[in-house]
């Protein structure tokens, strides 16, 4: 079974700045996810990658398959970038249809 | 499109009283999956369904069933609700090819609370 780990847990930022979120697992995948959660509580796909590097505006995201890791960047950051950031993986290696969350990124920029 | 809709937003029951969850997406997605949110834990998948007619338990199935009559709807039922159900919980869909899915989208939740 895959284990996820994200780091850091909760990050404060003032704004304009760059911010890194990372993440990691312990078997093998096909892809992985990053997810935002709003402060109200719904949650939107950001990326799903396989390999390298996506970009969406001011958010990147990269993976490294050897390493088992996967950062999600955000540059020049600003208050409404304020949400929890989940990165989710399949739970069993091969299989897409489970997938296994990290507890999330807590991020709050400040003003 | 509406994407994925849930219902309700909102609930409360007593111990031992039963309910189901609505879940129903406009996509024609062949993947969808419930979800439960609980602090300082992440999500964690209680059953999916990859088409009609098709389910399989997750990480956390007990205490819950689900059926997938049509592409559309996969509601969850809570046949005796426990304090141990009271949860956030999610609805999510996707694209399915080969056992690949595409990026999962979410309905807004329901909120349950079981006293």
């Known amino acids: 079974k895959n284990e996820v780990e994200q780091s850091p847990q909760n990050l404060t930022a003032q704004e304009g700045e760059f911010i890194t979120i990372n993440c990691s697992y312990s078997?093998?995948?096909?892809?992985l996810h990053w997810l935002q959660q709003h402060p109200g509580g719904g949650i939107v796909s950001l990326f799903m990658?396989?390999?390298g590097k996506k970009k969406h505006g001011r958010l990147i995201a990269t993976i490294n398959i050897q390493e088992k890791h996967s950062s999600l960047h955000i540059t020049a950051s600003h208050p409404r970038d304020s949400a929890v950031y989940i990165c989710?993986?399949?739970?069993?290696?091969?299989?897409?249809?489970?997938?296994?969350f990290g507890s999330g990124t807590q991020l709050t920029v400040l003003p | 499109n509406a994407g994925v809709t849930q219902t309700p937003k909102f609930q409360v029951l007593k111990t031992g009283q039963s309910m189901t969850l609505q879940c129903a997406q406009d996509m024609n997605h062949e993947y969808m999956s419930w979800y439960r949110q609980d602090p300082g834990m992440g999500l964690r998948l209680i059953h999916y369904?990859?088409?009609?007619?098709?389910?399989d338990q997750g990480e956390v199935p007990n205490g819950y069933n689900v059926s997938r009559s049509t592409t559309e709807d996969f509601p969850l039922r809570l046949l005796s609700a426990a304090p141990s159900q009271t949860s956030v919980y999610f609805c999510?869909?996707?694209?399915?090819?080969?056992?690949?899915?595409?990026?999962?989208?979410f309905g807004n939740g329901t909120r349950l609370t079981v006293t």
């Open positions: 078997v093998g995948i096909s892809a």
């Open positions: 989710a993986v399949p739970l069993f290696s091969g299989s897409a249809r489970q997938l296994t």
């Open positions: 999510a869909s996707s694209y399915s090819r080969q056992g690949r899915n595409s990026p999962l989208h």
């Open positions: 369904s990859v088409g009609a007619g098709i389910t």
């Open positions: 990658l396989s390999s």
